[in-house]
């Protein structure tokens, strides 16, 4: 149950992540591409905030690879191989979704900033 337990904060985290991402790059470019006169400085330090969450952020791999230890430890347990179900399958498709999510934003972040 232990895997469950990992695989649900797993889902929080990466949820957070790609929100981060997605928050981070429309606060940018409504920065970037609309004239707000006085709110452009807040919009860039609302979209700044959740950029570092996403630009330095482990959660991906560390998750996966806790997932996947908890998982081939208690796979064995019949009991627990029934309370899964198919839900193991997340453990493989969320490292897929946040590298998506992050190669996306970084070309993204370039286009907005103007280059490198």
């Not at 929080?12 to 606060?27: E, P």
């Not at 959740?50 to 796979?75: A, H, Q």
């Not at 490292?95 to 070309?107: A, E, G, L, M």
């Amino acid at each position: 149950m232990k895997t469950l337990k990992a695989l649900k904060i797993t889902s929080i985290l990466n949820s957070i992540f790609c929100l981060c991402c997605i928050t981070s790059l429309t606060c940018l470019a409504i920065n970037r591409y609309c004239a707000l006169g006085t709110f452009e400085n807040i919009i860039d330090i609302i979209g700044g905030i959740p950029l570092l969450c996403w630009i330095i952020n482990p959660v991906g791999i560390v998750s996966f690879i806790v997932c996947l230890v908890l998982f081939l430890i208690e796979r064995k347990n019949q009991e627990v191989k029934q309370a899964m179900g198919k839900k193991w399958i997340w453990i493989f498709v969320w490292p897929v979704i946040t590298t998506v999510f992050y190669f996306t934003s970084i070309c993204l972040l370039v286009e907005i900033t103007g280059g490198v």
